[in-house]
Antibody
Framework: EVQLVESGGGLVQPGGSLRLSCAAS????????MHWVRQTPGKGLEYVSA????????YYANSLKGRFTISRDNSKNTLYLQMGSLRGEDMAVYYC?????????WGQGTLVTVSS | EIVMTQSPATLSVSPGERATLSCRAS??????LAWYQQKPGQAPRLLIY???TRATGIPARFSGSGSGTEFTLTISSLQSEDFAVYYC????????FGQGTKVEIK
């Protein structure tokens, strides 16, 4: 069974940093591109970032302006999202998702709250 | 950025009836279009990919059609577990979602 389990969310002050993790199991992690997607009540579902299966290529939503970094460790079957200079508009539930003609598997999500 | 527009925002349907949801892309996405179902407190679940192919384990009452800029998700006979929010997503040119259609009980 495919499982994706996010962790690392929480409360952070504006301007702060946070690192999200996504532990994958039940499939050959190193053969799939992986994405981060976030969801807010106001903006709905929004693609955040993507990384190729090898980690050699990374992609980001234009709105992030270089504040986030996606990475992966295929030896640990884990995906990461390093988030910096956090703003109120980054407050959301963050999901990791497996990319396979759309997103065929999602984690349960981790909540990021940005507030002073 | 390709903008995805879903209609209607809310659809009120009685159990057993057919539901038809629409999704329009601001430019052609070919058939690189997926549909998701989301229930409160849960992650989205993939229903349809390639505009018309059901994902693993998805019941046959869910069907997708369309290509280019116009797409439709049809639920042939609504069951109680189908009342949820549905999103379309294009993955032809980066990845963007529609704003969702809520299917509620009439």
């Amino acid at each position: 069974e495919v499982q994706l389990v996010e962790s690392g969310g929480g409360l952070v002050q504006p301007g702060g940093s946070l690192r999200l993790s996504c532990a994958a199991s039940g499939f050959s992690f190193s053969t799939y591109a992986m994405h981060w997607v976030r969801q807010t009540p106001g903006k709905g579902l929004e693609y955040v970032s993507a990384i190729s299966s090898s980690g050699g290529s990374t992609y980001y939503a234009n709105s992030l302006k270089g504040r986030f970094t996606i990475s992966r460790d295929n030896s640990k079957n884990t995906l990461y999202l390093q988030m910096g200079s956090l703003r109120g508009e980054d407050m959301a539930v963050y999901y990791c998702a497996r990319s396979n003609s759309g997103y065929d598997n999602w984690g349960q999500g981790t909540l990021v709250t940005v507030s002073s | 950025e390709i903008v995805m527009t879903q209609s209607p925002a809310t659809l009120s349907v009685s159990p057993g009836e057919r539901a038809t949801l629409s999704c329009r892309a601001s430019q052609s996405v070919s058939t690189n279009l997926a549909w998701y179902q989301q229930k409160p407190g849960q992650a989205p679940r993939l229903l349809i990919y390639g505009a018309s192919t059901r994902a693993t384990g998805i019941p046959a009452r869910f069907s997708g059609s369309g290509s280019g800029t116009e797409f439709t998700l049809t639920i042939s006979s609504l069951q109680s577990e189908d009342f949820a929010v549905y999103y379309c997503q294009q993955y032809n040119n980066w990845w963007t979602f529609g704003q969702g259609t809520k299917v509620e009980i009439k």
